[in-house]
């Protein structure tokens, strides 16, 4: 028996899917910004602080907070960040982050087939797009949908093996846990999810 996706193609041609590109595509034009805020320059700072010194245990950036012990949980972002900013400046720094964004909703697309139509899945992609565009500023927030949206494609992938995607998973919230403090929806999804 045919999938629905599969009838959907046969019929129409394959431009069923359009509306769902369409979506996908204004995520990323919405992204495409010039880099204008100053946590960016921040973790870029941040990024160099670790590459070229290792993680600070001190406070290196603030007068204020002088001698204070340094804790940030997206320092992996920081590192990133710098090493992107070596390959090729804000405009690489921009693209890696809307590139970024743009796969964590194609991952969940084929979760959203199940249940939507390709009008729908496009809606609701049009629908992310604007209601994003004040935060899309390049940053660890973005990277974290990219986690975020991989948790639930593997969790809800049917099969009677719910224990292989936890073990798939266990790497991942590790890279999550040092990318931005919304790690803890990693735990908290798989336990919706069991």
């Not at 693209?95 to 194609?106: G, K, N, Q």
């Not at 992310?128 to 992938?157: K, N, S």
């Not at 998973?169 to 790690?183: D, K």
């Amino acid at each position: 028996m045919k999938s629905k996706a599969t009838r959907d193609r046969a019929e129409t041609g394959g431009w069923s899917n359009w509306p769902i590109w369409a979506g996908c595509g204004m995520v990323a034009l919405s992204g495409w910004r010039t880099v204008s805020h100053a946590s960016f320059w921040l973790d870029l700072a941040a990024g160099r602080q670790i590459v070229q010194h290792g993680i600070p245990r001190i406070e290196p950036f603030t007068v204020a907070a002088a001698d204070q012990p340094w804790i940030s949980p997206s320092w992996l972002h920081h590192v990133l960040l710098y090493g992107i900013w070596q390959l090729g400046g804000a405009p690489l720094a921009t693209l890696f982050h809307v590139a970024a964004v743009v796969l964590a909703f194609c991952l969940l697309v084929p979760v959203a087939r199940r249940y939507a139509s390709a009008h729908a899945i496009g809606g609701a992609l049009l629908l992310a797009a604007w209601l994003i565009f004040a935060r899309y500023d390049v940053g660890p927030e973005l990277i974290a949908l990219l986690p975020a949206a991989a948790f639930l494609r593997v969790l809800a992938q049917p099969g009677s093996r719910r224990w292989m995607p936890i073990i798939w998973l266990l790497p991942l919230q590790v890279g999550w846990a040092n990318l931005h403090n919304s790690f803890l929806w990693g735990p908290l999804l798989t336990l919706l999810f069991v």
